[in-house]
């Protein structure tokens, strides 16, 4: 074996050491990325605990290559905004991803049950009976489809590094 084709060989066998060991690794750094992203996005209130921004995760399944976001159940009806019994607020309809997930109960919206006073929850009664009749305004704060598209391009980003 010639000099140049031992050199060939090393090169030849070195490909790809700095890459991920996995696709499902490389999707998961691009996702807690694209995460992060949405994290950094987030408005909060005052009052924010900051359970909700800590609970926004993306989740890998290695098996399938398939790609979940996971949030506590509340950030979907933030995400989304919820129709009050008396007022409607804005609101953005389900993408069907998340209705397999957390389907509204009609429609392709959020809505409070009409034939309830109050949503449930520790807060003081008049407050929930507030929020039950004016809905919740949709903050937006979670796009499927863009956080899938910044997903892909940073995976596409790390790719070509």
Do not use: C, W
């Not at 694209?34 to 950094?40: E, G, R």
């Not at 933030?78 to 993408?95: D, M, R």
């Not at 109960?105 to 009664?125: C, E, K, Q």
């Amino acid at each position: 074996m010639s000099q140049q084709d031992n050199i060939n060989r090393r090169i030849f066998e070195s490909l790809g050491e700095d890459l991920p060991q996995t696709i499902a690794q490389a999707i998961q750094e691009a996702a807690n990325r694209a995460i992060q992203d949405v994290k950094d996005g987030l408005v909060t209130g005052p009052n924010a605990t900051g359970a909700l921004r800590d609970s926004i995760e993306a989740i890998v399944d290695e098996s399938t290559l398939t790609l979940g976001i996971r949030m506590l159940d509340y950030g979907y009806f933030q995400n989304y905004g919820v129709t009050g019994t008396k007022n409607t607020k804005t609101q953005f309809g389900v993408p069907q991803v998340v209705k397999d997930v957390l389907a509204p109960s009609r429609g392709d919206t959020y809505s409070f049950n009409p034939d309830n006073m109050a949503i449930g929850g520790d807060l003081p009664f008049g407050v929930r009976v507030s929020i039950h009749q004016k809905g919740l305004d949709a903050k937006g704060f979670l796009n499927i489809e863009a956080f899938t598209q910044r997903v892909a391009d940073y995976v596409n980003e790390n790719l070509e590094l």
